[in-house]
């Protein structure tokens, strides 16, 4: 499909440095009026992602699904779920998106399909042996077929092993309806890369890679036992699992399609893997770019972030791409809300490399147990952690790299954590007696402050109600209200992606690609000072105002305005005079 480039995304690599926001179809907009988010949704809200100054989406996917796992139980990968549109809208909304200059990035979900993906139909019906088994990782149970292979464990809980009801066992590492593939077989490889260039065809400027470090397993026996299977990857790749070298020979392969097309189309890895193998999966020899998930897993502490920003910047330097940054996403608690919590008094390490780079994950982890957890919850400061997130998003968007921002953060909603357990979606829920699961972040976007504004209750949202309930406190938090607030979070990120690009290009005449710079600059305790040139950031942590450094005040996350100094957590950008 031939189509007329816009100069944005015409940039080369113009996604080093983007904005990309992530939108969860099913809860951003209803055009069809029933209560499910959808493709003709995304296209009706084209204005609203140029107002907000975004280079590119990504949307979580949109395919024909059970939804036994919000869409990441891909029953066809090249086709759009009726109940979300036609591949004709899916094309309507991509000139439309491309007409306003934002590039469009698909999931991509290797890994796994869903059981109801017409090979693992087949695969079922087929006896142990067959052709048809090898797609997937079929094994004979133990004590003649009735009890699984081994005692592994599904990330969602209970076995990672379904009985096929003929002694033969299928792996899932997510729910059982998500059979995993094996990608030993060439049949399974040669068909994804047909799916990337079905979508590359019709104009999607890249994909993000579900489960990126998951897809070559070893399943030769003897297994390693439940409790030696680290959750996490390991330094040296030799997970039976997670990370085996053998996954790169597979980008490698799609950097080559990726490379037919102008301009090369890009993927973005979701690989949970040690952070020294990062670089790996963002080289430009592989998917050029992969998610950095370590601030989003950050408290709100200076010693955190700039850890956690010198790490980032040094494997990006290693791998030859630009980082990412993210403070949220679909799987985790909404950051206003984790940074409303009380702070973690001693992060926890899970493990310590080879190269003496501490591999944590605490915020996120105490946010889901703390957070979600019913009876014993916290207090969650929700002025606090609104205020905080609004300072880290300009944190985000004044480092070098690309920024993903989750839909509704840029409105700075909070979790919805008192979702009744009989409209929970989501499969982690229930996993023990305290798990909620994710669908606290993914309610339907409050658009209106009028819950009847469409005639649908909904904020907005659609004409027939939202899939998830929203609170009524939504309305404080709609799209209508806040465009019309000076003070806003979204006149905020509004303001700041728009200052960003100029500043960007101002750096770096016609190429805001080539922005790089980045320095410390010294600052008193509770700050983190940097620069990019003229360009200053500058956080206060603590609970007061410190005095702010000389320069013109470009923007403040306060919704008070910067005064005179910086406000307690607060971010301040500032043009060095
Ligand atoms: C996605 C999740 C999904 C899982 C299995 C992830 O990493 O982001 O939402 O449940 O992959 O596909």
Redesign the pocket.
């Given at each position: 499909m031939s189509r007329v480039i816009h100069p944005r995304l015409a940039r080369p690599q113009w996604w080093r440095d983007a904005v990309v926001y992530q939108i969860y179809p099913r809860s951003f907009a209803d055009a069809h009026g029933d209560g499910l988010g959808d493709i003709p949704g995304v296209t009706s809200r084209v204005w609203y992602l140029r107002e907000l100054g975004v280079d590119a989406v990504w949307l979580?996917p949109f395919y024909p699904s059970q939804l036994a796992?919000?869409g990441?139980?891909v029953d066809d990968y090249r086709d759009v779920d009726p109940r979300l549109g036609s591949l004709a809208e899916f094309d309507e909304m991509v000139a439309a998106l491309h007409s306003a200059g934002i590039g469009v990035i698909v999931?991509l979900?290797p890994?796994?399909t869903s059981n109801r993906h017409a090979w693992f139909v087949e695969a079922l019906a087929a006896s142990p042996g067959a052709a048809a088994r090898e797609r997937y990782l079929f094994r004979d149970g133990a004590n003649g077929g009735i009890e699984p292979p081994n005692e592994w464990e599904s990330?969602?809980g209970g076995s990672a092993w379904t009985p096929a009801g003929d002694g033969q066992w299928y792996l899932h590492?997510?729910?059982p309806e998500?059979p995993d593939l094996n990608w030993d077989n060439p049949e399974v490889r040669i068909d994804f890369e047909n799916t990337l260039r079905f979508w590359s065809d019709r104009g999607v400027d890249g994909f993000r890679v579900?489960?990126a470090h998951g897809l070559v397993k070893d399943l030769e026996e003897p297994w390693e036992r439940q409790d030696e299977l680290e959750l996490w990857p390991r330094p040296d790749g030799s997970h039976p699992l997670w990370d085996r070298d053998g996954v790169m020979d597979i980008y490698r392969s799609w950097r080559r399609v990726f490379d037919c097309y102008d301009p090369p189309r890009f993927a973005v890895a979701?690989a949970?893997v040690h952070p020294s193998r990062r670089a790996r999966y963002a080289s430009p020899e592989t998917l050029g770019q992969a998610f950095n998930f370590a601030m989003s897993d950050a408290d709100w502490r200076p010693g955190d972030f700039h850890e956690v920003v010198d790490t980032a910047l040094r494997d990006a330097a290693e791998s030859g791409s630009s980082t990412t940054w993210l403070l949220g996403?679909?799987?985790s608690p909404r950051v206003a809300s984790r940074f409303g919590l009380p702070l973690i008094p001693s992060p926890r390490v899970y493990a310590d490399t080879a190269d003496g780079r501490p591999f944590r994950h605490d915020s996120q982890w105490l946010a889901r147990q703390w957070l979600l957890s019913d009876g014993r919850r916290p207090h969650v400061d929700h002025e606090l952690g609104r205020r905080r997130a609004r300072a880290a998003t300009l944190i985000e968007l004044a480092l070098p790299g690309c920024t993903y921002v989750y839909q509704g953060d840029e409105l700075g909603l909070p979790e919805v954590a008192d979702l009744p357990p009989e409209v929970l979606q989501?499969?982690?829920a229930g996993r023990s007696a305290r798990e909620k699961g994710?669908d606290g972040c993914r309610v339907p976007l409050p658009w209106s402050a009028d819950r009847n504004a469409l005639g649908g209750n909904s904020f907005g949202f659609g004409r027939d109600g939202a899939h998830l309930p929203q609170p009524d406190w939504f309305a404080d938090f709609a799209v209508d209200v806040q465009s019309a607030d000076p003070t806003s979070t979204l006149t905020m990120f509004r303001r700041a992606v728009a200052l960003r690009a100029s500043l960007l290009a101002e750096a770096s005449g016609e190429s805001p690609a080539a922005a790089g710079g980045f320095a410390w600059v010294p600052a008193v305790e509770g700050v983190l000072h940097f620069h990019r040139g003229l360009w200053h950031c500058v956080t206060n942590f603590t609970d007061g105002a410190v005095p702010r450094p000389a320069g013109e005040v470009l923007l403040c996350s306060a919704p008070e305005g910067a005064g005179d100094g910086v406000p307690a957590n607060s971010t301040v950008w500032l043009r060095a005079s």
């Open positions: 979580s796992d919000g990441y139980d999931d979900v890994n796994h990330l969602f590492l997510f729910a998500q579900d489960v979701e949970s996403g679909h799987d989501d499969p982690m994710r």
